[in-house]
Nanobody
Framework: VQLQASGGGLVQPGGSLRLSCAASGSIFSIRTMGWSRQAPGKQRGLVATITTGGSTNYADSVKGRFTISRDNAKNTVYLQMNSLKPEDTAVYYC?????????????WGQGTQVTVSS
């Protein structure tokens, strides 16, 4: 499974952005997709996940502001980010977890930069 993330950019505090992560390859093997982020000098941390059944999970810091969703027809997962804060500035990465040929995998896409600044 290969992942291509897009949608990052510069936005003012209080603004919105939507990130996209398009999956290709053995997409039928994917069980969960998610977004994580890494700010300068900090470890990468989980932002949100979504299962094939549509169950979602969010980091406390983004609950009520971010929404993860998936379009199975387009093999794409989205992260709608509203009410953005400067502390949301980070490189955002998407990942896919699944099982293929009886082996588990956790594949990551390239990051997309999100900068929240006035």
């Amino acid at each position: 499974v290969q992942l291509q993330a897009s949608g990052g950019g510069l936005v003012q505090p209080g603004g919105s952005l939507r990130l996209s992560c398009a999956a290709s390859g053995s997409i039928f093997s994917i069980r969960t997709m998610g977004w994580s982020r890494q700010a300068p000098g900090k470890q990468r941390g989980l932002v949100a996940t979504i299962t094939t059944g549509g169950s979602t999970n969010y980091a406390d810091s983004v609950k009520g502001r971010f929404t993860i969703s998936r379009d199975n027809a387009k093999n794409t997962v989205y992260l709608q980010m509203n009410s953005l804060k400067p502390e949301d500035t980070a490189v955002y990465y998407c990942n896919a977890v699944g099982v293929q040929h009886f082996k588990a995998y956790d594949n990551w896409g390239q990051g997309t930069q999100v900068t929240v600044s006035s």
